[in-house]
Nanobody
Framework: QVQLVESGGGLVQAGGSLRLSCAASGSIFSINDMGWYRQAPGNQRELVAS?????KYADSVEGRFSISRDNAKNTVYLQMNSLKPEDTAVYYCNADVVATTRARFIVWGQGTLVTVSS
C-alpha cells in the first residue's frame, strides 16, 4: 500500500507565493515520475509540472512555478510564485511508483485547495 499526502495549500493574494509538498509513504521500492496536476471548477484536470531527472512545466506556469524532489524523503515540492487568480484550483500530487512487490502503479494524493484572490 502506497499513499501520497499533500500539504501547503491555502488562500493567498495575487502576486503571492505558496509551496506545496507531497510525501509518499508505504511499501515503496522506487518512484519514477512525480508530478502536480490541478483542477479548477468546471475544468478538466491538467498537468502543471512533472519531474524525473528533469522538470517539465505547463506553458501557463513556466517561469513562475518550480518543481523539485527529495528522493531520500520520497517527497515532491511545488514552489508557486507570482500567483494569479487563474491558478485557483485543487492541486493533486501524482507518482509513478514501483512497490516492494515490484508491482508498478500510479498513485494520486487527495488534493489540496489553492485559492488566489485578486
Amino acid at each position: 500500500q502506497v499513499q501520497l499526502v499533500e500539504s501547503g495549500g491555502g488562500l493567498v493574494q495575487a502576486g503571492g507565493s505558496l509551496r506545496l509538498s507531497c510525501a509518499a509513504s508505504g511499501s515503496i521500492f522506487s518512484i519514477n515520475d512525480m508530478g502536480w496536476y490541478r483542477q479548477a471548477p468546471g475544468n478538466q484536470r491538467e498537468l502543471v509540472a512533472s519531474i524525473t531527472r528533469e522538470a517539465k512545466y505547463a506553458d501557463s506556469v513556466e517561469g513562475r512555478f518550480s518543481i523539485s524532489r527529495d528522493n531520500a524523503k520520497n517527497t515532491v515540492y511545488l514552489q508557486m510564485n507570482s500567483l494569479k487568480p487563474e491558478d485557483t484550483a485543487v492541486y493533486y500530487c501524482n507518482a509513478d511508483v514501483v512497490a516492494t512487490t515490484r508491482a508498478r502503479f500510479i498513485v494520486w494524493g487527495q488534493g489540496t485547495l489553492v485559492t488566489v484572490s485578486s
